[in-house]
């Protein structure tokens, strides 16, 4: 499953957080491990590996 990729921009040290609803796609996920996975930029800069942070955040579904 993929995630459309929205640019949010925040200053530093500002928190937000976002919840996602898997009720939206037509796929079932079946029980098991999973994890989404973020990526963080900083755009006025040129585009490299040192310039992205990837977060991820594990959760268990356990009934489908």
């Known amino acids: 499953m993929?995630?459309?990729?929205e640019g949010h921009l925040?200053?530093?040290?500002e928190t937000a957080?976002?919840?996602i609803?898997?009720?939206i796609f037509s796929e079932k996920?079946?029980?098991g491990n999973y994890r989404i996975i973020k990526d963080?930029?900083?755009y006025e800069?040129?585009?490299s590996s040192e310039n992205q942070v990837?977060?991820?955040?594990?959760?268990?579904?356990?009934?489908p």
Do not use: G, H, V
């Open 40 to 42: 963080f930029r900083d």
């Open 29 to 31: 996920l079946s029980a």
């Open 10 to 13: 925040f200053a530093p040290n």
């Open 2 to 5: 993929f995630f459309t990729n």
């Open 54 to 63: 990837n977060i991820a955040a594990p959760f268990k579904l356990i009934e």
């Open 21 to 23: 609803s898997f009720e």
């Open 45 to 47: 800069k040129e585009y």
């Open 17 to 19: 957080s976002e919840t």
